[in-house]
């Protein structure tokens, strides 16, 4: 078989396989590719219900937050696996780093099985 009808069948199979994946992403409606640890937690954290410490609520007021500061942290933040804990039974401890108004700060939380609780909210130290 010639070369040139190697690449010929070889591109019509790679036009056909990417015409299946296609369809397959947009049937099952993949928008976000959720496969690493960082995006993993936080879509976890983003389906669960938000429940607010006083200190957390506090330290919104003080900082000028609102909830949806809070998804922009849950949405667009960065998890620190090495300050977390995330080795318990019950509640999994993290920090949540993001840029928000134009400040860089930190997230506490409790992750538990079917809640999330906010702690507090902090300005980054460098």
């Known amino acids: 078989m010639k ?3 190697r690449f010929f069948y070889y591109g019509i199979g790679l036009s056909l396989g990417c ?3 296609y369809f397959i992403s947009t049937k099952k409606n993949t928008q976000s590719f ?3 640890p960082n995006a993993r937690t936080l879509k976890n954290i983003r389906l ?3 429940i607010y410490s006083p200190e957390a609520i506090e330290n919104m007021a003080t900082y000028n937050l609102d909830s949806t500061d809070i998804s922009l942290f ?6 620190d696996f090495k300050n977390s804990n995330k080795k318990v039974d019950s509640c999994k401890s993290y920090q949540i780093e993001a840029e928000i108004k ?3 700060m930190v997230l506490y939380l409790l992750n538990c099985k079917n809640t999330t ?3 507090k ?3 980054q130290q460098d």
Do not use: C
């Not at 849950?74 to 998890?79: A, I, K, R």
């Open 3 to 5: 070369l040139a009808k």
């Open 19 to 21: 015409v299946v994946v």
């Open 34 to 36: 959720d496969y690493f």
């Open 48 to 50: 669960k219900k938000n």
């Open 74 to 79: 849950l949405s667009e933040g960065s998890v």
């Open 102 to 104: 134009n400040k860089d």
């Open 117 to 119: 609780r906010i702690q």
């Open 121 to 123: 909210i902090a300005l």
